[in-house]
């Protein structure tokens, strides 16, 4: 496995779990890039996924999630704090409200738990929403996790289940032009009989990949921060309009976050920090006497067409695990166990439309919206 973000880990985890021997390799700490940087929202109704088939993607590992948070918790000892008690969307004007209560007419159409809320029930549910707001919805089995306790949750299930996690800051595959042979690491050379490329943003980047493996990979850059705010003073993950807030149970409000292609870079800038406070108060004011506790900066794996890279490649024993871009949280129990039957031969139709068959280099990556 190259790559010890959550998708990484999970795959490894899920594997191990199977009887696999599996080492998973990064060149910085485990869970610390994208995985940690993220809002750990699970929401792919709210989020509107527009692709159908990767929207039933996303609807099975919300639903796998639970076990998974369990399976994890068992081998590892520690509790991710997985919520599944709702997500709200908040309207401030008619229009928006209108726009809401139609969706929420589809989902509840597609038997997808969704309430319409009137303003004062709205407020009833979250108090905090400023004079302004004018009604919103619920998406009731939508929720979110605390994504850096489940990536150090995954490290410890990992390792229990005897997953060697290494880092090495130098990685290269080798192939020949059938299948892969191994990978060179700091160490030396590790004969393997599956590498999955797990690489995140920096997928493309990895060495010694036939240029039809390599996944087009490019970095959607997100900017968050963070409120010390009394716990349960925001009760659900909360979307408003050009931001969203996530209460965590330590008394962070995360608010997130910013979209922009900036290559690889990391910075917190004071324009995004100004974007998304500007949002959350707008919507808001009395979120305003709240210290900034912490802001910080990550890399989504963005695809030209929104989809993710997931399955064999050409070259035999090659997987690819990447591309995620803003579910990669949401998606990592699907992810895990799709691969792990992919690496087992067990190739369903589930995979196909994420096949790096279809590359798609030369399209814009026009799904890419802000928050
Ligand atoms: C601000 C922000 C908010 C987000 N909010 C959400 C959300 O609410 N819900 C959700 O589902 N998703 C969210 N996401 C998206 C989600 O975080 C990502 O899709 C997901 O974390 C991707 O996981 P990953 O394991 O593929 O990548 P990463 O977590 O980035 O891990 C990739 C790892 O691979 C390693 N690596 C790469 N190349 C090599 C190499 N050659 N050799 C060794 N190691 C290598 C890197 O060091 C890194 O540790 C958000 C992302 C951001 C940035």
Redesign the pocket.
């Known amino acids: 496995m ?8 999970a795959i490894a985890f899920e594997l191990a779990e199977r009887g696999a021997t599996v080492r998973v ?19 792919p109704y709210t989020e509107r996924v527009a692709d159908e088939v990767l929207l039933d993607f996303c609807a099975a590992s919300l639903r796998e999630y639970p076990p998974f948070v369990d399976r994890v918790r068992a081998a590892g000892g520690m509790d991710p704090r997985l919520r599944l008690d709702g997500v709200v969307h908040a309207a401030f004007n008619q229009a928006d409200l209108e726009r809401l209560q139609h969706g929420a007419r589809e989902l509840v159409a597609r038997e997808v738990a969704t309430e319409i809320l009137d303003r004062a029930s709205l407020l009833s549910v979250e108090p905090w929403l400023g004079s302004q707001v004018a009604g919103g919805v619920i998406v009731s089995g939508e929720g ?1 996790v605390d ?1 850096r306790r489940l990536g150090r949750a995954l490290v410890s299930a990992c390792q229990t289940r005897g997953v060697l996690v290494e880092r ?1 800051s ?2 290269h595959v080798e192939c020949n032009e059938r299948r892969v042979l191994g990978v060179h690491t700091d160490l030396g050379f590790v004969a393997a009989g599956a590498i999955v490329n ?6 493309s ?3 010694g990949i036939p240029p039809s493996c390599v996944p087009p990979i490019v970095p ?5 921060l963070a409120l010390g705010a009394p716990v349960d003073f925001v009760r659900h993950a909360t979307w408003v309009p050009g931001a969203y807030l ?1 209460p965590r149970d330590d008394g962070r409000l995360l608010v ?3 979209v922009e292609s900036a290559g690889f870079d990391e910075r917190v800038t004071a324009r995004g920090v100004h974007e998304l406070l500007h949002a959350a108060l707008s919507s808001a004011p009395s979120l305003g006497s709240f210290a900034v506790t912490e802001s910080w ?5 963005g695809t030209p067409d929104g989809l993710p890279f997931l399955g064999p490649t050409p070259i035999a024993g090659l997987f690819l ?2 591309g ?9 129990p699907a992810t895990a166990r799709a691969l792990a039957d992919a690496i087992e031969n067990k190739i369903g139709p589930e995979l196909q439309s994420f096949s790096i068959e279809r590359r798609t280099e030369e399209s814009s990556p026009s799904r890419i919206t802000r928050m």
């Open positions: 190259i790559g010890a973000g959550l998708i990484g880990l390799y990064d060149r910085g700490e485990p869970a610390r890039a994208a995985s940690w940087a993220g809002a750990g929202m699970l929401a979110c994504n090495s130098a990685m797990a690489g995140g943003a920096w997928a980047q990895l060495q959607i850059k997100g900017e968050m996530v997130g976050a910013t900066a990550g890399l989504r794996p695990a990447c995620h871009y803003r579910n990669g949280i949401l998606l990592a």
